[in-house]
Nanobody, 124 residues
Framework: QVQLLESGGRLVQTGGSLRLSCVAS????????MGWFRQAPGKEREFVAA????????DYADSVLGRFTTSRDNAKNTVYLEMNSLEYEDTAVYYC?????????????????WGQGTQVTVSS
């Protein structure tokens, strides 16, 4: 069982930046594909970004491509989501999640472990 804990969410103005962190409880973290998802009120959970276990590959939703960057530090069991040029539409609860396989990384139902989420609010 891997426990994930996100942090870094807060209120920020449009155009601002934030860095979210997600710390895993187990060293098996380095074997997992890590994904970031978000869920706004009244909407379904949507894919944001994913990163390969080694960090050598990433994938981004079109809505965040060029603005968000995900990275990981396997020595610290931590994955990051750097968010720049934030827009009001980025307001949501952000979750990190872990899964074994790269294929299907955009599907939330296929993830094995989830964090509790961190709130990001972008004021217009």
């Amino acid at each position: 069982q891997v426990q994930l804990l996100e942090s870094g969410g807060r209120l920020v103005q449009t155009g601002g930046s934030l860095r979210l962190s997600c710390v895993a409880s187990d060293r098996s973290f380095r074997t997992y594909v890590m994904g970031w998802f978000r869920q706004a009120p009244g909407k379904e959970r949507e894919f944001v970004a994913a990163i390969f276990p080694s960090g050598s590959g990433t994938d981004y939703a079109d809505s965040v491509l060029g603005r968000f960057t995900t990275s990981r530090d396997n020595a610290k069991n931590t994955v990051y989501l750097e968010m720049n040029s934030l827009e009001y539409e980025d307001t949501a609860v952000y979750y990190c999640a872990a899964r074994q396989y790269w294929f299907g990384r955009r599907v939330p139902d296929d993830y094995d472990y989830w964090g509790q989420g961190t709130q990001v609010t972008v004021s217009s």
